[in-house]
């Protein structure tokens, strides 16, 4: 069993920046997949970013509405994944959720079902 716990949304004002936290707990993996998904009111959940590791070796891949705006980073000593989120807009108001399975998906880390475990989200409100 995995827990994630999200942090760090909130209030920002359009150009502004926020750095969403999550802090991964229980079982450990020799390799893994972990991936930041969105959802908006009335709208699907949507991926994000992703970040896959195995052996050392770590991946990160972007959504492109996100990318240059977004970075996806990981502390190994504190088991926790970043997202870094600069030049925001009010599209990007939802909530956001960080996932985690111990499956390397190279090339379907941006579907929700490929996820095991789930954060309980945090809200990201952005204001035009």
């Known amino acids: 069993q995995v827990q994630l716990v999200e942090s760090g949304g909130g209030l920002v004002q359009a150009g502004g920046s926020l750095r969403l936290s999550c802090a991964a707990s229980?079982?450990?993996?020799?390799?893994?997949?972990m991936g930041w998904f969105r959802q908006a009111p009335g709208k699907e959940r949507e991926f994000v970013a992703a970040?896959?590791?195995?052996?050392?070796?770590?991946?990160?891949y972007y959504f492109d509405s996100v990318k240059g705006r977004f970075t996806c980073s990981r502390d190994n000593a504190k088991n926790t994944m970043y997202l870094q989120m600069n030049s925001l807009k009010p599209e990007d108001t939802a909530v956001y959720y960080c996932?985690?399975?111990?499956?390397?998906?190279?090339?379907?880390?941006?579907?929700?079902?490929?996820?095991?475990?789930w954060g309980q989200g945090t809200q990201v409100t952005v204001a035009s």
């Open positions: 996932a985690i399975t111990p499956r390397y998906w190279s090339t379907t880390y941006y579907r929700a079902d490929r996820y095991d475990y």
């Open positions: 229980g079982d450990t993996f020799s390799a893994y997949t």
């Open positions: 970040l896959l590791w195995s052996g050392g070796d770590t991946r990160i």
